[in-house]
């Protein structure tokens, strides 16, 4: 979990400014500035690369590693990739635009059984790919693990949530935390995780038929589990097939499904520490993942 700590961001001006002294011969037509995520600003540049710049040295660290995953992985997989076209140092990196609308739950319930078996069977071919990466490989990995960060939450929960959360959703809450333990007793050996595979991270370009998975920078080890614990938002039977594509068993998806419960309560906390999102968002996972008794 960050604690809070990361340089002042440079805004679209400061940006701009660091992109054109980095490679004065880079050109656009149109630009889009964002800073919605915590650890990064990003330029679109025409809707055909992305500039990415980390505002912490966990992620700048990271850039290399990106580097050296996002080149072996193009081309072995249909699923696009944000491929690393420049980078400079540590500070700032130019990667391929990926086409495609966020795959929200929403867009994914409209969508027909076609587009849905094909997101399905792209998604797989492109964890199990990263799963089969040996990290050993790869100049670094992020120190992000649920061990790491589960006392952290257990502290944020305690001190935080109660008035927050209804006395049920509390008891959900317990119940969730009281569980890693047993979840992490149940892991298997670790292997490379993309470490963020969720709605934001995923794209589905409908004309071309053709997922997007972005945004690479949580680059981590653990339970493969931990990849598919978010696709429950798209409903268990999306996650279930994902994971059978990908050679998963039973044991995986419950595992998946309660790292998915562990990650909603994590997301709240998070407000707690950041305040990055209004509560009412941040409980989002919280209210798709955990079924609350009534009364």
Known sequence: MADGAKDPPLGEAGA????????????????RYIDDGWDHEVLVLDDRLVVRIPNEDPYRRMLATERVLLDRLSGAVRAALPVVRWTAGERISVHRYVNGAHL?????GALPDRDRDEIADQLAEVLTAIHELAPADLLETAPWTVEEEHAEVVQLAANGLPGL????????????????????AAAPAPVLLHGDVYED??????????????????????????DFAELVDYGLPFLEDVAR?????????????????????????DHLLLHKTPFAVARIPFDRRVVVPSG
Do not use: N, Q
């Open 165 to 184: 959360l209804t006395s049920a959703e509390l008891a959900a809450v317990e119940g969730i935390l009281a569980d890693v333990p047993a979840l992490l």
């Open 16 to 31: 701009v400014e660091l992109l054109r002294r980095t490679w004065p011969w880079l050109r656009w037509r149109s630009l």
């Open 104 to 108: 929200t739950p929403e867009r994914f």
């Open 245 to 269: 594509r990908s050679g998963g068993d039973a044991a995986l998806v419950d595992r998946a499904v309660r790292y998915g419960r562990w990650l909603a309560v994590y997301l709240m906390t």
């Open 201 to 226: 991270h995923l794209l589905w370009d409908a004309g071309a038929r053709r997922l997007g998975l972005i945004d690479f920078s949580d680059l981590s080890t653990g339970d493969p589990a931990i």
